[in-house]
């Protein structure tokens, strides 16, 4: 394959150019690195090497002006527009950059195309004047704000020009208009000849330097423009090279070089479609290792990413067996560790509170680049969650941290409303420990200091400007100017660029060929933007002055595109068949313009990621020595009712619970849980009944009772909830229902007593532990568990467990004995009641019979729910007394439970949950 640049030095050669006089300008710098690369091949002699030079450099040399960042310029412009706008309607800072740096863009796109700026901006003024949306004779003050703006648009332009050229620096646009003005008097100073190749769309500024050049025999202009382009006068990818050659006068006397016809030979073009963007990444990969293993030269191939945000995956999805990797284009800012982390803190100080929300705090102390200077923040986030804590100070926080980590604390959570140029410093000297961090560790931190140097660069800047202008004065300014910075800033990469496998963006791939070529994203949306107008000019004033509008710039990116594909012999097209937010899902209009040109025969595939069918398989544990040991530990010191019902429900969670010893992850309750809720009840009843063990309750008692009802409860919430707000929302609803169950629970008592019923108390919260006879085990078992109460209603005995939860009747009755040990959701409240009964009689505590039930606080009104024993589904009557069949019955099927759990030949086999 022969390429363009290769085409452009043969025909120099033919004509005898002596290569030394030559300024080659290119669209890039990147270009001219293939440039100087190739054209030693075509000197033949010792001479001086020509100047190679990228065309904004070239115009930036000519204008005699330096060219500033776009945030250098915004805070430039800033100072011009406070001088001449009245003091009382000058914009806060944070508020006129979101403006201002659409108008800068105006501003440079009307110097470039070398409009009258006097008459657009009177224009738009007019246009405004007639258009604006009030009716009346006087207009408000919000109207006339409006049309002051348009209005002043003109006096923003001059001020703040004069202010940048005065100060000998400017935007692009001004740059390449000064350049115009300065031309003459280059030619006039010059012999060389200027060769310029690879160019297509041009700003007016650019015409008029090269047809000045070209007018006086001191250029050449070779464009990279391909037949099927040029005369089919639809296809964009000819738009350019259509109008240059015919509205430019030195073309009426002069060949347009060059019109060639690479793009209608034979080609491999192959469009995917693959599923998201990181399916186009892994695709790449996979393409790339099926490449290296067919012996394909990389080197000689080119990936172009539509979307820069997939280089991060695109790196890591590439096979171990290429070792030589050039990428081009930068890897953006906002794409990198440390950006979410100093997005968190600008964040959470802009609130301006000296309480900290417990998520944001565990965010950022969570960060993975904080991991490395911050050795307590697991111990913080652990008192967070053991506390319940909800909001917290500064001062709180300090107060649990290691005093090795209390600096890193202040510059995070420290009042940041005292100096914004003191809180850049914060962020510098952040920067500092964790660089001083990774340079200490003994593993490889190359990655993670280039972050922490490119991060350290970007506060640096923003304080130098902060320091020349003082217009950051609050963190959301600080904020939106940090954003700003990370659109604009990347993280560039280092490689040897003439070797192995090319990685770039669209821009980069200009005046370059490859044999290979692989582009991701080739999405509608993507490649081509679309309809985007991000400027005050509206689309018809654009045509009126000759501007560039959406279609104009969607045929720079068809020329881009094709010019990528003509000379290349092998092509894959990757788009992405699945939505993500507002782009992907439809492939670009490119591919479709591919199909209905019909000279190539377009293949098309799906790519998905291969999915083996799996069986859900449920996870058995074999009982080895060392479980079977472990059971006898648990069994010795005793099964609780509710351990045994856990089992019943799924044997891998009593394996989980009892014999790994797995806790569940303790996290913070904003809102009071249930199972809080649960023992705030419980507790509560606790210090009302416990003093009346063994006595007669009566009326007084409990009105008594009552009476300390929001005392007692608000109590039982601080131990419980620990430092949560239970004053407001939800929580203050739950606090109430809390008062509200313990309430209604008393007045039912107190109903019962007024009915000539006789109530007293035998025991409160009571701790029973019984050993189990099983002959079958050669080691001791255990029951334990804490009845919550026992009491005697007109004699008979009643053992009763508290539910918060909603009851029903009948998830306390049983027919079959033997299913009391299959089904959790129908048998685990019978289970746990005649567990309670049981223990209560072995241990000689109640005498039988007795009654065992439920009160469910959600379902007082049925009162007390009596276990019941029924001959039958259908049948209604049923036998609510416990007596010695009962729990000898219930004591079979509970020994057979333990037998099977201690049986070392039956596994732990999950059970398949609903």
Not at 443 to 464: A, G
Not at 616 to 626: E, G, P, Y
Not at 677 to 704: C, M, R, W
Not at 899 to 905: M, R, S, V
Request: hydrophobic share 35%; aromatic share 10%.
């Amino acid at each position: 394959m022969v390429t363009f640049i290769e085409d452009v030095l043969r025909d120099l050669k033919k004509n005898n150019e002596d290569f030394s006089n030559c300024i080659f300008i290119l669209p890039s710098k990147r270009a001219g690195v293939f440039l100087k690369s190739q054209i030693n091949k075509y000197i033949s002699h010792t001479s001086f090497a020509p100047e190679i030079i990228s065309i904004e450099d070239f115009v930036q040399d000519l204008s005699q002006l330096r060219q500033v960042s776009g945030i250098e310029l915004l805070f430039q412009f800033y100072s011009s527009y406070i001088r001449i706008t009245p003091k009382e309607q000058v914009e806060p800072f944070e508020t006129f950059s979101k403006w201002a740096q659409i108008l800068i863009q105006d501003f440079n796109e009307i110097d470039r195309y070398l409009v009258s700026s006097n008459q657009i901006f009177d224009y738009l003024s007019a246009i405004q004047e007639l258009n604006h949306w009030s009716l009346k004779d006087e207009k408000t003050e919000l109207v006339t704000n409006y049309l002051s703006f348009w209005k002043n648009l003109k006096s923003y332009y001059t001020e703040f020009t004069n202010d940048i050229i005065a100060s000998e620096t400017a935007y692009q646009g001004l740059i390449y208009k000064e350049a115009t003005e300065h031309i003459e008097t280059y030619i006039q100073n010059t012999e060389k000849r200027h060769i310029f190749l690879g160019f297509n769309a041009l700003n007016t500024s650019e015409e008029h330097i090269i047809q000045e050049l070209l007018q006086n025999n001191l250029a050449y202009v070779y464009w990279d423009a391909d037949s099927h382009f040029i005369n089919n006068k639809h296809h964009s990818a000819g738009l350019f090279s259509r109008q240059h050659k015919s509205n430019w006068i030195y073309y009426k006397t002069n060949p347009f070089n060059w019109i060639k016809s690479n793009y209608k030979e034979e080609k491999n073009i192959t469009v995917i479609g693959c599923p998201k963007s990181v399916g186009q990444s892994k695709y790449v990969g996979h393409l790339l290792k099926r490449l290296s293993e067919h012996n394909q030269n990389l080197s000689n191939t080119a990936i172009v990413l539509g979307d820069e945000m997939l280089l991060s995956p695109l790196l890591n999805s590439l096979p171990e067996s290429i070792k030589s990797v050039n990428v081009t284009m930068g890897l953006p800012l906002k794409a990198i560790a440390l950006t979410p982390l100093f997005e968190q803190i600008f964040t959470l100080h802009k609130l301006k509170s000296k309480q900290y929300y417990y998520k944001d705090v565990v965010g950022i102390i969570s960060n993975q680049m904080l991991q490395y200077v911050l050795d307590s923040s697991q111990d913080i986030i652990k008192h967070i969650q053991q506390n319940n804590i909800v909001y917290l100070s500064n001062d709180d926080l300090l107060k649990i941290t290691s005093k090795n980590d209390t600096e890193v604390i202040k510059i995070l959570f420290d009042n940041w409303e005292v100096s914004m140029s003191q809180n850049i410093e914060k962020c510098v000297r952040l920067i500092e420990i964790m660089r001083l961090a990774f340079t200490e560790t003994k593993s490889e931190k190359r990655l993670e200091l280039e972050y922490l140097y490119r991060f350290n660069t970007l506060f640096n800047e923003m304080s130098t400007l902060n320091s020349k202008y003082g217009y950051i004065n609050d963190v959301s300014a600080l904020f939106s100017i940090y954003k700003e910075l990370l659109n604009t800033e990347t993280l560039d990469f280092q490689g040897e660029p003439l070797e192995g496998l090319q990685i770039m963006g669209m821009l980069e791939s200009r005046v370059l060929d490859f044999e290979t070529v692989i582009i991701t994203s080739v999405n509608e949306g993507i490649l081509p933007g679309g309809k985007t107008n991000n400027s005050f000019i509206p689309y018809d004033v654009k045509i009126e002055n000759n501007l560039p509008t959406y279609k104009e710039k969607d045929a720079v990116y068809t020329y881009h595109f094709y010019n990528l594909i003509q000379r290349a012999k092998n092509v894959y097209l990757i788009y992405n068949t699945e939505v993500d937010a507002l782009k992907g899902g439809e492939k670009s209009r490119f591919i479709t313009q591919l199909e209905v040109d019909g000279i190539h025969d377009i293949k098309h595939q799906i790519a998905s990621p291969k999915v083996p069918k799996t069986e859900i398989t449920l996870t058995t544990i074999k009982k080895d020595i060392d479980v079977i040991e472990k059971l006898k530990i648990v069994a010795s010191k005793g099964f609780s009712p509710s351990s045994l019902t856990n089992y019943i429900r799924n044997p891998i969670d009593f394996y989980f619970e009892k014999i790994l010893e797995i806790e569940s992850t303790e996290e913070v309750e904003e809102t009071v849980a249930a199972n809080t809720l649960g023992t705030v009840v419980h507790n509560t009843l606790e210090d009302f009944y416990k003093p009346f063990e063994a006595q007669l309750l009566s009326i007084e008692d409990l009105q008594k009772m009552k009476s300390l009802v929001n005392q007692t409860v608000s109590l039982h919430f601080k131990n419980e909830y620990k430092q949560g707000d239970i004053t407001t929302g939800k929580n203050l609803i739950t606090f109430e229902i809390a008062k509200r169950y313990v309430t209604n629970f008393i007045n039912s008592e107190i109903e019962l007593l007024q009915n000539g019923n006789t109530l007293k108390i035998v025991a409160v919260e009571v701790n029973n532990s019984v050993t189990l006879s099983i002959p079958e085990l050669n080691f001791p078992i255990k029951l334990k568990g804490k009845v919550d109460r026992v009491d005697e209603l007109n004699g008979v005995t009643r053992v009763i467990d508290y539910k918060s939860g909603k009851v029903e009747q009948n998830k306390v009755e049983i027919v079959d004995w033997e299913d009391l040990n299959t089904d959790y959701n129908k048998y685990s409240k019978s289970f746990q009641v005649l567990c309670y009964a049981y223990m209560m009689h072995a241990k000689n505590q109640v005498n039988l019979p007795i009654e065992a039930g439920i009160i469910s606080f959600k379902n007082l009104k049925e009162g007390f729910l009596k276990f019941g024993k029924k001959e039958s589904s259908k049948s209604r009557s049923k036998n609510q007394l416990i007596t010695e069949d009962t729990l000898n019955a219930f004591e079979i099927q509970l020994k057979n439970l333990i037998l099977e759990i201690c049986n070392p030949d039956l596994d732990f086999v999950e059970k398949e949950l609903d």
